[in-house]
């Protein structure tokens, strides 16, 4: 098969499909892969080292979209890329299309086999491609969400673990999955006060024996939801409905209930966000203020750090990748069941029942379409 990744070119976006490690893999495995020139250079990953494991330079994405059987990419297509796409070529990477109805129809429109990493499953319920980007922005959340406290950055002023004879910062997460459970790490890592809601008591148990009693347990519930944002200092947002729009768990009214200079860090903001006011930002411009609460709703969060998270995707992404360069993604989607629920778009349809709820199309089984 071949393969191609392109560079690309969301805002302050350095990550790149693939390392050269993982090129090799795929070229060792039969496969031809082109990259498009310069597409990780940012982050070291010279045109050099691709060829020195046989990968072709390309000069163009155009030459990438219009000659190569697979795209492999990190984030969603931008719009000139979906109309590069053509029937039938498998697109691999990142979508989040729930809350984003113009690139699902873009898509549709394409013809193309859209396979996201988000929505691939494991034999233990997780997402595991998701989940390396997942510990990333968890960690990421804090970092983020301890400079925006910074009282010139518009913050309160507050330093997260506080001094002898100060109080730490009060640091809120919404969810104790992957986002979650990393967030708490760095916060308790920084001496903050740390709780955690969710609507799993055995998440909430999980996190209790993981911490042996340093963070606060609450199940989620809008009494209490509404109660311990009053006293943050910082909170993160890390719900997650697979495939889905997150849900609004902070309205614009709960607002006026918090701290002036109080933060909150969307980590939900790919597949919508979880708070009302939010609405994607970039690492050039990552934050902006309603009703004196600072928000932070970068929609590429782990590419801040784009080294370490492409090595960690590349970790994650590649087996399916020969999966389906092996195969073909017939034939692979048909022998693994969790990467046919990467599926969400083919050939015009929509094949994946949360986002065809969600945007209104007509739910089609993948299995009709092999």
């Given at each position: 098969?071949?393969?191609?990744?392109?560079?690309?070119?969301k805002?302050?976006?350095?990550?790149?499909?693939?390392?050269?490690?993982?090129?090799?893999?795929l070229?060792?495995?039969?496969?031809?892969?082109?990259?498009?020139?310069?597409?990780?250079d940012?982050?070291?990953?010279?045109?050099k080292?691709?060829?020195?494991?046989?990968?072709k330079?390309?000069?163009?994405?155009?030459e990438?979209f219009?000659?190569?059987?697979?795209?492999?990419?990190?984030?969603?297509?931008?719009?000139?890329?979906?109309?590069?796409?053509?029937?039938?070529?498998?697109?691999?990477?990142?979508?989040?299309?729930?809350?984003?109805?113009?690139?699902?129809?873009?898509?549709?429109?394409s013809?193309?086999?859209a396979?996201?990493?988000?929505?691939?499953?494991?034999?233990?319920?997780?997402?595991?491609?998701?989940?390396?980007?997942?510990?990333?922005?968890?960690?990421?959340?804090?970092?983020?969400?301890?400079?925006?406290?910074?009282?010139?950055?518009?913050?309160?002023?507050?330093?997260?673990?506080?001094?002898?004879?100060?109080?730490?910062?009060?640091?809120?997460?919404?969810?104790?999955?992957?986002?979650?459970?990393?967030?708490?790490?760095?916060?308790?890592g920084?001496?903050?006060?740390?709780?955690?809601?969710?609507?799993?008591?055995?998440v909430?148990?999980?996190?209790?024996?993981?911490?042996?009693?340093?963070?606060?347990?609450?199940?989620?519930?809008?009494?209490?939801?509404?109660?311990?944002?009053?006293?943050?200092?910082?909170?993160?947002?890390?719900?997650?409905?697979a495939?889905?729009?997150?849900?609004?768990?902070?309205?614009?009214?709960?607002?006026?209930?918090?701290?002036?200079?109080s933060?909150?860090?969307?980590?939900?903001?790919?597949?919508?966000g979880?708070f009302?006011?939010?609405?994607?930002?970039?690492?050039?411009?990552?934050t902006?203020?309603?009703?004196?609460?600072v928000?932070y709703?970068?929609?590429?969060?782990?590419?801040?750090?784009?080294?370490?998270?492409?090595?960690?995707?590349?970790?994650?992404?590649?087996?399916?990748?020969?999966?389906?360069?092996?195969?073909?993604?017939?034939?692979?989607?048909?022998?693994?069941?969790?990467l046919k629920?990467?599926?969400?778009?083919?050939?015009?349809?929509?094949?994946?029942?949360?986002?065809?709820?969600?945007?209104?199309?007509?739910?089609?089984?993948?299995?009709?379409?092999?």
């Open positions: 098969m071949l393969i191609g990744v392109p560079k690309e070119i805002n302050h976006e350095y990550r790149v499909g693939i390392t050269p490690a993982g090129a090799n893999e070229i060792k495995n039969g496969h031809t892969v082109h990259i498009q020139s310069n597409a990780g940012a982050i070291g990953f010279t045109d080292s691709y060829e020195s494991v046989g990968a330079i390309v000069a163009s994405a155009e990438l219009k000659t190569c059987d697979m795209i492999i990419k990190v984030k969603e297509p931008q719009p000139n890329e979906c109309k590069m796409l053509r029937d039938g070529q498998i697109l691999f990477t990142y979508l989040h299309l729930a809350p984003d109805p113009e690139q699902t129809k873009a898509l549709i429109n013809g193309a086999v396979i996201a990493y988000e929505t691939v499953t494991d034999s233990r319920g997780g997402l595991p491609l998701l989940a390396p980007m997942s510990e990333v922005a968890g960690r990421l959340s804090i970092q983020a969400g301890a400079h925006a406290l910074e009282k010139h950055k518009g913050g309160r002023g507050v330093l997260l673990g506080g001094v002898p004879g100060v109080k730490p910062a009060k640091v809120v997460i919404l969810g104790g999955g992957v986002v979650g459970l990393n967030a708490a790490r760095m916060a308790i920084l001496n903050a006060d740390v709780t955690i809601l969710d609507r799993n008591i055995n909430l148990k999980s996190i209790d024996n993981m911490f042996n009693g340093r963070i606060t347990t609450l199940y989620s519930n809008q009494y209490n939801l509404e109660q311990e944002i009053t006293e943050a200092d910082l909170v993160i947002g890390a719900v997650l409905i495939g889905a729009s997150a849900p609004k768990l902070i309205t614009r009214n709960m607002l006026k209930t918090m701290k002036k200079g933060v909150l860090v969307d980590v939900a903001i790919d597949q919508g979880c009302e006011t939010s609405r994607p930002t970039t690492h050039q411009e990552p902006f203020v309603v009703d004196d609460v928000h709703c970068v929609a590429n969060m782990p590419g801040a750090v784009a080294l370490t998270s492409t090595l960690a995707l590349t970790n994650a992404t590649l087996p399916f990748a020969i999966q389906i360069a092996n195969q073909g993604w017939k034939q692979a989607i048909h022998n693994n069941v969790h629920h990467g599926l969400n778009i083919c050939n015009g349809h929509v094949t994946y029942e949360a986002v065809a709820k969600d945007l209104g199309y007509k739910y089609v089984n993948p299995d009709s379409l092999i």
